[in-house]
């Protein structure tokens, strides 16, 4: 089986990267999807869906099988309109989500205003289905597959040389490799989709998944 037919949201990978075209159109298709849905798993953007659907994949699970639509809604602050399509909780599809740790307090306003729940803290989030990354999915993944393993993904890509010289860049020389790892693989559209599986396929394997995907998938 070709890894697009488990991981649907690596269709980004294909077709113009600029501007809002990949998000608008793992939306829409994503939209597309859950009027049989029995869970929709509300997401910032791309990389946190093609994240949340490798990680499915590597514990043996199909999502679209189980009728699990994983929704990027292109940004944190869109979460209440998104809420308020789907229904307060105790209604299907049951709702769940995953946030930055910059945006947990707009996720949680959203939560409050569309009546899905009455969180006061993160742990009253996860007991709503909905998670948060400390700081981000990549500080996440970055950490669980440990520089020593981003750099051999970085090498099996070719990247490995861009890299070393990314790190010798005035702007980068001398910072903590986890900081250069991060704004590396940041820098291009095409290579923080890339690593977004790359990353969760090695987390998997280490059995070092970060503890929001991990608990979100479980919760769905």
């Not at 944190?76 to 789907?86: E, K, P, W």
């Not at 945006?103 to 909905?130: C, I, K, N, W, Y």
Request: charged fraction near 25%; hydrophobic fraction near 40%.
């Amino acid at each position: 089986m070709d890894v697009t037919d488990s991981v649907p949201a690596l269709g980004a990978l294909d077709g113009p990267l600029g501007g809002n075209a990949a998000s608008l159109r793992a939306t829409a298709h994503a939209l597309g999807k859950v009027e049989s849905a029995v869970a929709v798993v509300l997401v910032e953007g791309i990389s946190d869906q093609i994240a949340l659907e490798t990680a499915a994949m590597g514990y043996g699970r199909n999502l679209e099988a189980e009728r699990v639509v994983i929704v990027p809604i292109g940004g944190a602050h869109a979460i209440g309109r998104f809420l308020t399509r789907f229904g307060p909780l105790g209604t299907r599809p049951r709702l769940a989500g995953l946030c930055d740790l910059r945006e947990e307090e707009v996720f949680r306003r959203g939560l409050v205003a569309t009546q899905v729940g009455s969180p006061r803290t993160r742990t009253d989030m996860e007991h709503l289905g909905f998670y948060v990354c400390v700081k981000d999915l990549e500080e996440e993944l970055i950490r669980a597959v440990g520089t020593a393993g981003v750099e051999a993904l970085f090498d099996s890509q070719g990247d490995l040389r861009s890299f070393h010289s990314f790190q010798k860049q005035p702007a980068w020389r001398g910072q903590q490799p986890e900081a250069q790892i991060y704004r590396f693989v940041r820098s291009s559209s095409r290579r923080n989709l890339l690593y977004a599986r790359l990353f969760v396929e090695a987390a998997v394997d280490r059995g070092t998944l970060p503890r929001p995907l991990d608990g979100l998938l479980t919760a769905v």
